[in-house]
């Protein structure tokens, strides 16, 4: 077993990695009368009986819709009134947020039921075990913005089995690289070195790169939200490829992208922006852009689009005094954030798109 520490004073907690760990997760769970489960319909189809066989009687299930779809606050009324059902209080109950977008949804439910309950992260996807289930941020959508009502809130624990990856689609599987290939670009050019080596491998689910991979995003992860947990400063650079990436998310109503391909394309956008400003290299920029294209993921911006996806990132909650607030690769393994009018990046989304 791999362990990655988050270092956050009283709210520290490990990060364990390892195969077949979801048939032993009693052993890594702290004592609770109460549990609830909350997961989707198609994890819990795939994972809820060997689940349940884990936990044993004292876990209930709350099953909600896959997808951005249930990203919501009508979603959360729901888990919350099923949770009051199950007679769940702040001492009996304690969640385990299973799955990947589920998991953004339930871990504000655990920050905000009964002010604030344990909960632990079981992300099966790859997204979610590189990303999401790591530094605490809960939220779901608002019909304006992506993650615009939420909290900073922790987990007990995150427990990873890279086993579950086996049974994700190919399309969910290049959405959770775009993340992995954003850690090798903002902070860590030696594994964007290793990903453009052994990329073919990791699509393949190779098991050491995966466990490699894994665990060095997780690292990455932790070291960041250890020296800014509420995104003050450093954390921000985690936000590379994410202001395109929501904005696309957002004007296509969650229907057109997942997650990852949206903050793959808007990586894509977000470094051409950073070679027409002059922050990165050419060169460089064309390493990003290369390893990029291996996804297969459509790189290309629909021009009609462009109006409504600049109109969608004025809303975005990281602007300052007016601007548009970016994160855009600068030297290898670092990033600068630039602040641009609407106009500024109107006509460069303009002469970027198709």
Known sequence: METVHVDLGPSSYAIRIATGLLDHIREYLDQAEGWVVITDEVVDALYGSRLGQALGDTASRVVISQGEKAKNLKTVGGILGKMLDLGLTRRSAFSLRWGGVVGDVAGFCASIYMRGIPFVQVPTTLLAQVDSSVGGKTGVNLPGGKNTVGSFYQPRGVLIDPDTLNTLPKRQLVSGVAE????????????FGYLQEHFADLLRLDEKVVARVIKRCCEIKAEVVAKDEEEMGLRKILNCGHTVGHALETVTAYQQYTHG??????????????????????????????????????????????????????ADKKNRGGRISFVLPAGKGTTREVLLTVQEITELLRTMAK
Do not use: C, Q, W
Request: aromatic letters at 10%; hydrophobic letters at 45%.
């Open 261 to 314: 391909e949206a903050v793959m394309l808007g990586l894509y956008l977000e470094t051409r922006m950073a070679e027409a400003l002059g922050f990165a290299d050419p060169s460089y920029g064309y390493e990003i852009l290369t390893l990029l294209g291996k996804t297969g993921v459509n790189l290309t911006l629909d021009g009609d689009l462009v109006d409504e996806l600049v109109g969608s990132m004025t």
């Open 180 to 191: 992995v290939i954003k850690y090798g670009v903002v902070y860590d050019h030696g594994f």
